[in-house]
């Protein structure tokens, strides 16, 4: 007997350690309501049963704010406008970071750019690049714009007889748009000559690393681990990435080839004289020359992640509404035909709308924009971690916790939004009781506070000037190949999961 003891010992010990990893996190946040976790997997299974329809079921049921655990790792959620406020905005100073995910925690790539930096780093890097999306520098990118989305345009007149997967070609649009605007560099996506060797290779590494960005069950084993038993992420990973083939090996290998050629492109971009400012790398670099304190904030790799965060953050989101929009509005002959009378209204097909057109001229395309937004919601979830401890909604979190803000919750709320699944632009108009009577915060589709999307000006302004130019040329139809109701894909965003197929009709003028 004597002889086992010291195991007997040591199992109850390895046991006890173990119940305590799993069950911490939970302990810490318990008075929050929530649904029975099952061990390892927490809730996963019900957002495998009801995608992120999960959390409009799960708000119904426990109110507000309640639990949602990730594997191990438990989420407080918070669904109702006055608690983002709380969060997003009010208690800014102690929840101003945002969760690390575990695809991301194991790519130094995507940590070193402003979305997941923290802390004074993270205002430091802000408030340098802030200017860059100040209204005089965005109106100075409409010709860019304007130049790819022509190029776009074209390509829809060359297969006017066949189905056209509007979602691949405004992926491609957003992506050459964003790429000249942050790395100067031309993507050539939209040519009809294959894209130089360097640039099409740079952007096959970018969709597969981009790609494996999974928050599901689908992702690496690492990733799934990192959901399940985050301590074993980092180790499993180090192994896993030196066994050819594995998902984790292709990954690392792919992330590194793609730091390789961002450091090419940043390294040639610094030792240019006369580089410009046009661009964002460009005025980046032009930043940290010109201020001692910033050039080690600014060290290469954060150029670079910076950079490259840009054309992750910048293409498939702004793609993805675009494409929700043709969609929805072709589905819609009463919307179409006041958002065409609004266009035409403009003036003559070759004036080019200045970004003050563009902000003043189109009062129901804002509209369309907005329902658009709130319908197919890109980013339905906003993540936030608490730096101290911190009450919200009545309940106090200790330093650590998730707290997520359900913005997908909120645009399907009806007490926001009175028949929430309605395609109705209108109700966005400011003249309407509805819009009037609205909480601020209950649409808040690019974030909240000081943390909210630095690309918000941007994206509107390539989605106007492009729904402009394709609606004067154009309207479209859904392809009988189109399936219905749409389906998605969830990634570190929303995405469609066989794209969106449409028939373009040129309009007679
Ligand atoms: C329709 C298009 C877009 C949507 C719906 C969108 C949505 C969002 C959301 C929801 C966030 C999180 C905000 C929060 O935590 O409160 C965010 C952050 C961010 N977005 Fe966007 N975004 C879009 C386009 C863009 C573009 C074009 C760029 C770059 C030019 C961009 C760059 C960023 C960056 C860098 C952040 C992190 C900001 C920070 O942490 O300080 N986004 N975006």
Known sequence: MEEIAPYVFTMMAMLLGFFIYFYAPYWSIQKVPGPPALPLFGHLHLLAK?????????????????RFHLGRQPLVIVADPELCKEVGIKKF???????LP???????????????????????????????????HLASLIPTMQAYIDSATKLITANEEEDITFSDLSLKLATNVIGQAAFGVNFGLLRDTIAEEEVSAFMKEHLYSTNSLKMDLSGSFSIILGLIIPILQEPFRQILKRIRGTADWKIEKTNQKLSLRLDKIVAKR????????????????????????????????????????????????????????????SMHADVEKKLIEEIDSFGPLDTTPSANDLQRKFPYLDQVIKETMRFYTV?????????????VGGYVLPKGTWVW?????????????????????????????????????????????????????????????????????????????????????????????????????ERKT
Not at 93 to 99: G, V
Not at 117 to 130: E, G, H, K, L, Q
Not at 379 to 391: D, G, I, M
Request: include cysteine; charged fraction near 20%.
């Open 379 to 391: 980013s339905p979830l906003v993540a936030r971690e608490t730096s101290e401890q911190v009450e």
């Open 102 to 136: 575990s695809p991301i925690s194991a790519s130094p790539l995507h940590q070193k750019g402003l979305f997941f930096t923290r802390d004074s780093r993270w205002s430091a890097m802000r408030n340098s690049i802030i200017s860059l999306y100040q209204p005089s």
């Open 93 to 99: 100073k102690s929840i101003c970071n945002r969760s």
């Open 405 to 505: 803000i359900a913005i997908g919750v909120l645009a399907k709320d009806p007490k926001h939004f009175p028949d929430p699944d309605v395609f109705r632009p209108e109700r966005f108009d400011p003249a309407c009781d509805e819009e009037k009577q609205r909480h601020p915060y209950a649409h808040i589709p690019f974030g909240i506070g000081p943390r909210a999307c630095v690309g918000q000006k941007f994206a509107l302004q390539e989605i106007k000037l492009s729904v402009i130019n394709l609606y004067r040329r154009y309207i479209f139809r859904h392809s009988p190949k189109m399936e219905y109701p749409l389906e998605f894909q969830y990634g570190l965003v929303l995405n469609f999961k066989n794209g969106v197929k449409l028939q373009a009709i």
């Open 270 to 329: 610094a030792q240019e004289n006369e580089r410009g400012s046009k661009d964002f790398l460009s005025a980046i670099l032009n930043v940290s020359d010109s201020d001692g304190t910033l050039r080690d904030l600014f060290s290469q790799d954060y150029i670079s992640a910076l950079a490259y965060e840009h054309l992750l953050a910048g293409s498939a989101t702004t793609s993805f509404t675009l494409s929700s929009l043709l969609y929805l509005v």
């Open 50 to 66: 009801h995608g992120t329809d999960v959390f409009t079921v799960l708000a119904n049921r426990y109110g507000p704010v309640f």
